[in-house]
């Protein structure tokens, strides 16, 4: 029973985490504007951090990048967030949304940004069309704005895709397997 109340508990969380994660704004296309900046501000980042990313993003046929938020409470945890994915070779940006659940150990909530880099057309196509990404983490992190220290680190999960995450904010401490399910943003995709 205990289970069901934690799972009830982080599910609850995470649709309240869902409905606060949407961009702002009031319009179709403030939203749209929110996405991009976001975008454009963890590519800086990323870039800033890690200046090797740059090359092998502009080698990539496409990448994607995101923003969430994880919650983890003892053995359950979800998370929810928004971004985009960028086709490279057309230029046409996919609106998306994600969702997370998993399992382990940990406690905390966190706001990170996750850039995928696409080296094959197949690759982004899967990722736009399907979504769904399952993986295992170990993190930890404690930071505020410019104060504290995280993990940033740069992840191949196959000759096709890579995967860097970098920590904004938050308080978690996490051995988890977790099973993300990014799909498109009807809404914002015209």
């Not at 704004?25 to 963890?42: F, H, N, P």
């Not at 057309?90 to 696409?118: A, E, H, N, P």
């Not at 197949?122 to 399907?130: D, P, Y």
Request: one cysteine or more.
């Amino acid at each position: 029973m205990k289970i069901f109340l934690r799972l009830f508990v982080v599910l609850t969380l995470s649709g309240l985490l869902a409905g606060c994660l949407a961009p702002r704004g009031d319009s179709l296309t403030s939203k749209r504007a929110v996405i991009e900046t976001m975008r454009q501000e963890t590519l800086a980042d990323l870039y800033r951090l890690r200046p090797a990313a740059r090359a092998n993003i502009q080698r990539a046929d496409g990448y994607a990048v995101f923003s969430n938020i994880n919650t983890l409470i003892l053995y359950l945890g979800g998370g929810a967030g928004y971004g985009m994915a960028v086709d490279q070779t057309s230029g046409r940006k996919t609106y998306m949304k994600m969702v997370q659940v998993g399992v382990g150990l940990g406690l905390g909530v966190q706001d990170i940004r996750v850039v995928f880099v696409f080296h094959s057309r197949q690759a982004l196509e899967r990722f736009v069309n399907s979504g769904w990404q399952f993986g295992a983490q170990a993190d930890a992190a404690a930071k505020a704005e410019d104060r504290g220290g995280s993990a940033t680190g740069e992840f191949t999960v196959s000759s096709e895709v890579d995967i860097y995450t970098l920590t904004e904010a938050g308080l978690m401490a996490k051995v988890n397997l977790a099973g993300s399910k990014y799909y498109k943003d009807n809404r914002l995709n015209y």
